[in-house]
């Protein structure tokens, strides 16, 4: 089985992406390595920011990897927040904050089309690939569910009846735009 560093400090996203590659693939994450850098995403694209972590990790630590960047484009909001997803309403990343300012400045807009983006950068024997994922959906009128993280509350995708947060992680991660991101991935290899 192939080993590979998942460059990233989100607990959250690390959880997923095991249970997407269980059995196909190894994931080591940054403390496995002993890497516990603040790096930064500095970029003005996912895609940017998901090449930056990457290569810091293949420069500084010698491992090939990967790393992702994920942005919540609103259609509306002239695909804000994007690449800003995270730090939204401010660089504490606090999800609840960022949903609350996402859906203030929804409010009163009946067009509430958005899309989930997530972008892979993989740094893999000497070649740098890029992949993505995209799940299209709306943003709900308020929070619903428990489960998952981030946007995942307000996040209702095209074809179904419930938020991210109220689906099971197992059905979640069968349509999700880091799921079929990294379905590539498992491709790939």
């Not at 960022?98 to 893999?124: E, Q």
């Not at 095209?158 to 991935?185: C, P, W, Y």
């Amino acid at each position: 089985m192939k080993k590979i560093v998942f460059a990233t400090n989100n607990s959250h996203k690390l959880s997923e992406l095991r249970k997407l590659t269980d059995g196909k693939i190894e994931i080591l994450s940054l403390s496995d390595i002993n890497c516990h850098d603040d790096i930064p995403e500095t970029a003005d694209s996912l895609e940017g920011n998901a090449l930056i972590k990457a290569r810091w990790v293949k420069e500084r630590y010698g491992y090939d990897c990967f790393a992702d960047d994920t942005g919540l484009e609103v259609d509306a909001l002239g695909g804000a927040p994007g690449v800003y997803s995270a730090r939204y309403a401010g660089d504490q990343h606090d999800s609840v904050a960022n949903m609350r300012l996402l859906l203030k400045n929804l409010a009163g807009l009946s067009d509430r089309k958005a899309r989930f983006r997530t972008v892979i950068a993989l740094i893999y024997e000497g070649d740098e690939v890029l992949m993505d994922g995209v799940v299209e959906g709306v943003i709900t009128e308020n929070p619903s569910g428990e489960n998952g993280f981030g946007y995942d509350p307000v996040f209702r995708p095209d074809g179904f009846d419930v938020t991210f947060a109220e689906m099971g992680a197992d059905q979640k991660n069968k349509i999700s735009h880091r799921g079929r991101a990294v379905a590539k991935l498992i491709k790939y290899f």
